[in-house]
């Protein structure tokens, strides 16, 4: 009996580490939304009966920390999709019409799945500190919780894992296989691709890892073809188009002092629903009335569980503790805070991404005009041949373009995409979000960052030359899939429809909208360049001015201080002389014995070069 009972023992044993060995695997497979779903389904055994939802639910709403998935209209029961708010099916009418051709990308996409960044780290650190001294009251399923240690090294807090490359890298190949006569033709340059980061790691590797997925066996360097690329940066207190939430200072301002964008919505909806979860907690641990979680406790609970399934698809540590009701408590909370500080709550929060939309807008523009300029130089080449060698030199110096990249390329952060998706219009509800929002409200809401920007996320503009009758024409996707964008007929928007909808961007002035202490004198829009030549001509005068006046104060003053040392050393040299002479010539003095026998005489020491 006891060597039956061994060999099932050593059974169990091989079977748990063989299933550790395909759980590490896990990253590099569930890269997609489509091969994850099934990977994850079959793992639901892992799950407590506390849980009652299935492991493809439970991915699919951990907010941010989502990790990146393709939302349809029948994809997910608690996320209502529609041709609005982004949820679209892939059919035969998103296709572009006939006669249109893809001319141009502009994508903007937020970094893929990451690690947690040091603060995380440092509370889910601290957040098993208060359980210690009940070591002997919790349950046994629980017991693990006083072994546990934090399994994110610091050293790589916030970095890009396999799982977040593979998320961009299969975005770019769809990408690419969605549009093969618009990419495989076009042999990279920098001329051609644009593609910009934020200075942090995590987006510079995302764009890497995308441009790689992009661009795969095109180059010549190595046996597999390897494409290098250019990837420019901006400083992190200069890049107001993918950075705009830490670089306009109104807006850092109104956060850190908390009096109009605050987390109060959030807050009262944690006294509403929390309380509850805290005491759901420590039944579940079997600590009724001997131990209850605070809010920051739950909240670390949370998003310890949220880290544990998108980086290691654990689902049986701290994700066990939770029930469905409590993750879609949990999922509103962070949505409030996200609607408060970087939607709709306030229009500040959307507004500063204007610069990064009139930049799109004025790429797509610049490349129109270029197109047009061309055709129109061409045309008036071959119709006309009898002008003078001078002129055609002259026309052909006029008609000259700079070349506008096609495919632009951009990564940020969910503070790039929020804001951006917000200021297009899109997740939009009306009425606003509240914590006193009905439960109706709530369970129907559009605005659900699980949704909206889940890791990946991503914004793509695409504009379609639809020939002289339909002219341009505009595609906006998000992640992956059309929408239609409020004020347009149609999700192949008329491109001069879209830009009379935006029209207002255009005289979005940054310095004047996000400088604290700025009088509004000065015009810098979004893009760098003042518009105003008032402004330019009081910039020129005061430069004028200050070249003049600095020159003419350095001389002023040095002059004034030279007399001033000269004529002061005049008086002192003065005074020494007469001094001395009434000690040495003075005739009175020497006249008077008593000042003949008080004078010394002086011993001079012939052994120093200085002989006086």
Request: net charge negative.
């Amino acid at each position: 009996m006891i060597l039956i009972i061994k060999y099932i023992l050593i059974f169990f044993c091989i079977f748990g580490i063989l299933s550790n060995v395909c759980k590490s695997s896990l990253p590099s497979i569930s890269t997609s939304s489509t091969s994850s779903t099934s990977s994850q389904s079959s793992d639901n055994g892992n799950l407590s009966p506390i849980q009652d939802y299935n492991l493809e639910f439970l991915s699919k709403h951990l907010t941010t920390k989502t990790p990146y998935w393709i939302l349809t209209k029948n994809g997910d029961s608690n996320s209502q999709g529609d041709s609005s708010s982004g949820g679209s099916n892939n059919d035969n009418s998103n296709e572009p019409p006939e006669q249109c051709k893809l001319i141009s990308i502009d994508f903007l996409a937020r970094h893929g799945s990451r690690m947690p960044v040091l603060g995380s780290i440092e509370k889910l650190k601290e957040m098993t500190k208060s359980l210690s001294e009940y070591k002997e009251q919790v349950n046994e399923g629980f017991k693990w919780i006083f072994n546990y240690s934090v399994p994110y090294p610091s050293d790589i807090a916030g970095n890009l894992i396999l799982q977040g490359q593979y998320e961009h890298y299969n975005i770019s190949r769809r990408l690419l296989k969605k549009y093969p006569q618009f990419f495989e033709p076009m042999k990279y340059k920098p001329q051609s691709y644009a593609i910009t980061s934020t200075a942090i790691s995590r987006t510079g590797i995302s764009a890497s890892a995308f441009s790689f997925g992009l661009l795969q066996g095109t180059g010549s360097l190595g046996d597999n073809g390897f494409q290098p690329v250019f990837i420019q940066t901006a400083s992190l207190d200069q890049d107001i188009l993918l950075r705009f939430f830490a670089t306009c200072d109104q807006y850092v301002d109104q956060i850190n002092n908390g009096s109009l964008i605050n987390k109060n919505e959030q807050t009262k909806w944690n006294e509403m629903v929390f309380p509850n979860i805290s005491n759901q907690i420590s039944e579940r641990l079997g600590l009724s009335e001997i131990w209850l979680p605070t809010s920051n406790i739950i909240s670390d609970i949370f998003e310890a569980c949220a880290y544990e399934i998108s980086i290691n698809n654990i689902s049986d540590h701290w994700c066990s503790l939770l029930s469905k009701q409590n993750i879609l408590d949990w999922e509103y909370s962070q949505d409030l805070s996200n609607y408060w500080l970087k939607s709709y709550g306030h229009k500040i929060n959307y507004e500063i991404a204007s610069p990064l939309l009139n930049d799109i807008l004025s790429g797509f523009d610049i490349y129109i005009n270029n197109n047009n300029s061309n055709n129109n130089s061409n045309d008036n080449n071959s119709g006309s041949s009898s002008s003078s060698s001078g002129s055609c030199s002259s026309s052909s110096n006029n008609n000259k373009v700079e070349p506008q990249p096609t495919s632009i390329l951009r990564f940020g952060h969910a503070e790039t995409v929020i804001p951006f998706i917000s200021l297009l219009g899109l997740y939009k509800d009306e009425p606003k979000l509240f914590a006193n929002s009905t439960t109706e409200q709530i369970e129907n809401r559009k605005f659900r960052t699980s949704v909206v920007s889940p890791y990946a996320s991503n914004i793509g503009m695409f504009l379609f030359d639809c020939g002289n009758d339909d002219g341009f024409k505009i595609l906006v996707e998000h992640n992956e899939l059309p929408v239609l964008v409020p004020g347009c007929d149609e999700i192949y928007c008329d491109y001069e429809q879209f830009k009379s909808i935006f029209k207002g961007i255009e005289n979005f002035k940054w310095n004047s909208y996000c400088n604290i202490n700025d009088d509004g004198s000065d015009s810098d829009n979004g893009n760098g360049n003042g518009d105003n030549g008032n402004s330019d001509s009081h910039g020129k005068k005061s430069s004028f001015f200050l070249a003049i006046f600095i020159p003419i104060t350095f001389i002023v003053g040095g002059t004034i201080g030279g007399l001033f040392t000269y004529f002061s050393y005049e008086k002192i040299m003065h005074f020494k002389n007469r001094k001395r002479l009434s000690m040495y010539g003075n005739d009175e003095l020497i006249s008077s014995p008593k000042s003949k026998s008080s004078i010394k005489s002086t011993k001079f020491d012939t052994r120093s070069p200085l002989i006086q």
